[in-house]
T-cell receptor, first 113, second 114 residues
Framework: LAKTTQPISMDSYEGQEVNITCSHN???????ITWYQQFPSQGPRFIIQ???TKVTNEVASLFIPADRKSSTLSLPRVSLSDTAVYYC??????????????FGAGTRLAVHP | GAVVSQHPSRVICKSGTSVKIECRSL??????MFWYRQFPKQSLMLMAT?????????EQGVEKDKFLINHASLTLSTLTVTSAHPEDSSFYIC??????????FGQGTRLTVV
C-alpha cells in the first residue's frame, strides 16, 4: 500500500479556504485517493474520493494532478466546526474490493475565529 | 450515508476481565469489517480485517488470542478484549463496507481498564 505524507497541523480562520496536500509517491495504477475527517472521540467520516483530475461534492473538492503522486483536499470557507483531523488514504477502491484501510498520521486542522 | 453502530460507546472494566464490543451495519450488508485502536493524539491503528464467515486477518503485533474477532453475519462483528489490562485502555473503532462502496465507521468505544 502506498505511504502517504501530510502536514502534521494547519491553522486557518473562519471563512478562509483551506488546502491540505497529501503526497503519495508510490501510488499504484488502481489506487483511489480517499479523505476522511475525524472529530475527537468519534469515528472517521468519509469526505471525498477520487482517482484523477478533480472531484467536487457538497463539502469539499479534491484535486489530483496528472501524475497522481499527490492530492489536495480543498475546504471552502471553513468554519469553527471544521476543526478536526483530516486523513488521506491511498489504496481503497470502490470496485474489486480492498483488504486494508491504513491511516497515516493525518493533518490536525485548527480553525480560529 | 450508511450507518455503522458500535456498542457500548464507553465501558469501564476491571483488570483481568473480558469486554465485548459490538459493531453493526444498520442499513447495508458488511462483507468486510475492520477494527482499529486509537490512542490519544495518535492515528488509527488497524488491528484486524474480517470477512463475513471467515477468520479475521490480524495485523503484525496484534495478539489474536487477546483480541477475539467474530464476524458471524453480514451485519454484525464483535471484538472481545480478553483478560484486559490497563494498557488495553484505548479508543476502539470499527469500520464496515459492502462491495463497491467506501468504508463507514462506527462512533467508537472508549475502553478504560482499571
Amino acid at each position: 500500500l502506498a505511504k502517504t505524507t501530510q502536514p502534521i497541523s494547519m491553522d486557518s480562520y473562519e471563512g478562509q479556504e483551506v488546502n491540505i496536500t497529501c503526497s503519495h509517491n508510490n501510488i499504484a495504477t488502481n489506487d483511489y485517493i480517499t479523505w476522511y475527517q475525524q472529530f475527537p472521540s468519534q469515528g472517521p467520516r468519509f469526505i471525498i474520493q477520487g482517482y484523477k483530475t478533480k472531484v467536487t461534492n457538497e463539502v469539499a473538492s479534491l484535486f489530483i494532478p496528472a501524475d497522481r503522486k499527490s492530492s489536495t483536499l480543498s475546504l471552502p470557507r471553513v468554519s469553527l466546526s471544521d476543526t478536526a483531523v483530516y486523513y488521506c488514504l491511498v489504496g481503497v477502491t470502490f470496485s474489486g474490493g480492498y483488504n486494508k484501510l491504513i491511516f497515516g498520521a493525518g493533518t490536525r486542522l485548527a480553525v480560529h475565529p | 450515508g450508511a450507518v455503522v453502530s458500535q456498542h457500548p460507546s464507553r465501558v469501564i472494566c476491571k483488570s483481568g476481565t473480558s469486554v465485548k464490543i459490538e459493531c453493526r451495519s444498520l442499513d447495508f450488508q458488511a462483507t468486510t469489517m475492520f477494527w482499529y485502536r486509537q490512542f490519544p493524539k495518535q492515528s488509527l491503528m488497524l488491528m484486524a480485517t474480517s470477512n463475513e464467515g471467515s477468520k479475521a486477518t490480524y495485523e503484525q503485533g496484534v495478539e489474536k488470542d487477546k483480541f477475539l474477532i467474530n464476524h458471524a453475519s453480514l451485519t454484525l462483528s464483535t471484538l472481545t478484549v480478553t483478560s484486559a489490562h490497563p494498557e488495553d485502555s484505548s479508543f476502539y473503532i470499527c469500520s464496515a463496507r459492502e462491495a463497491n462502496t467506501e468504508a463507514f465507521f462506527g462512533q467508537g468505544t472508549r475502553l478504560t481498564v482499571v
